[in-house]
């Protein structure tokens, strides 16, 4: 069973930085995409960045620049996920939610493995 658990959220005010953490636990394939996505009251989620198994990654364009994805090194199956977040603005206030699977899956219908959520409120 694959566990995901987000943590480093929190409140900043604009200009700041945070640094979003995902402990991921139980992922036993070779490949994946992994990534973050975050959803603000009343929008839809949204993907953030994601970050593949042979080192490959993508950005929102609404984060590029500012955003860092990143892992520690796997072990066995045990995966640590973060992103750094600087620049921060009111407009990236959401629940952030790290996600792990498949490429193949990931891209089409969407991950399959979630975790429970961080909230991130920045302040102007």
């Known amino acids: 069973q694959v566990q995901l658990q987000e943590s480093g959220g929190g409140s900043v005010q604009a200009g700041g930085s945070l640094t979003l953490s995902c402990a991921i636990s139980g992922y036993t394939a070779s490949s994946y995409c992994m990534g973050w996505f975050r959803q603000a009251p009343g929008k839809a989620r949204e993907g953030v960045a994601t970050?593949?198994?042979?080192?490959?990654?993508?950005?929102?364009d609404s984060v590029k620049g500012r955003f860092s994805i990143s892992q520690a090194n796997a072990k066995n199956t045990l995966y640590r996920l973060y992103l750094q977040m600087n620049s921060l603005k009111p407009e990236d206030s959401a629940i952030y939610y790290c996600?792990?699977?498949?490429?193949?899956?990931?891209?089409?219908?969407?991950?399959?493995?979630w975790g429970q959520g961080t909230q991130v409120t920045v302040s102007s």
């Open positions: 996600a792990i699977d498949l490429c193949l899956r990931y891209d089409s219908a969407g991950p399959r493995n």
């Open positions: 970050l593949d198994s042979d080192g490959g990654t993508v950005y929102a």
